[in-house]
């Protein structure tokens, strides 16, 4: 069994169609009950809660042998929500990934912990130079994930996104699109 995180948003919803259409059997950690998700995935198994609690993250991880971490707070207004969710909610999801004898650990990060100037070549030995509070809090959750890793916890993939598109999506092709129609 896989456990998906962030299972209702863009990314989460596509992995949770993608695993299934492939046979395998997942689990969804949703902050909370919603009966469209429900509806589109009756087959998929679930678990309410924060990512933070981790009692429900015990629940979470009992009989998963992988765990697709996509959870991620992408819009602070109040500037408090990146270090609670994006590093804490990471912390507690490794911490009872590693002790639930989770085998595989991916982790879906952002292009933007190198920081936003023009990089080419980047790769895994390329430094971090997060420059924002999002790319900030996005690589101080590697820095745990990937503490897991080197301590032998949880063998750990990480994937640093730029844009990520594809049908529902509401957010990277309109503005695009609009981008496109300004130009003459």
């Known amino acids: 069994m896989i456990l998906v995180t962030g299972a209702r948003g863009f990314v989460g919803t596509a992995v949770v169609a993608h695993l299934l259409n492939s046979g395998t059997t997942v689990r969804a950690w949703l902050s909370r009950e919603d009966a469209g998700f429900a509806t589109r995935f009756p087959q998929v198994e679930t678990v309410f809660g924060d990512l933070l609690d981790g009692d429900v993250a015990a629940r979470a991880m009992r009989g998963v042998h992988a765990v697709v971490h996509v959870a991620a707070k992408n819009i602070d207004h109040d500037g408090r929500g990146f270090e609670r969710v994006n590093v804490g909610g990471t912390r507690c999801v490794c911490d009872a990934a590693a002790g639930g004898g989770v085998e595989r650990f991916l982790y879906l990060s952002s ?45 750990v993939t990480v994937l640093r996104h730029r844009f990520i598109y594809g049908p529902g999506d509401a957010h990277v092709l309109p503005r695009l699109i609009k981008a496109a129609r300004s130009y003459p």
């Open 111 to 155: 292009v933007g912990v190198y920081g936003h100037g023009t990089r080419r070549d980047a790769d895994e030995s390329t430094p971090v130079a997060p420059d924002t509070d999002f790319s900030r809090s996005k690589a101080a959750a590697e820095a745990i994930v990937l503490d897991h890793h080197r301590a032998g916890t949880l063998a």
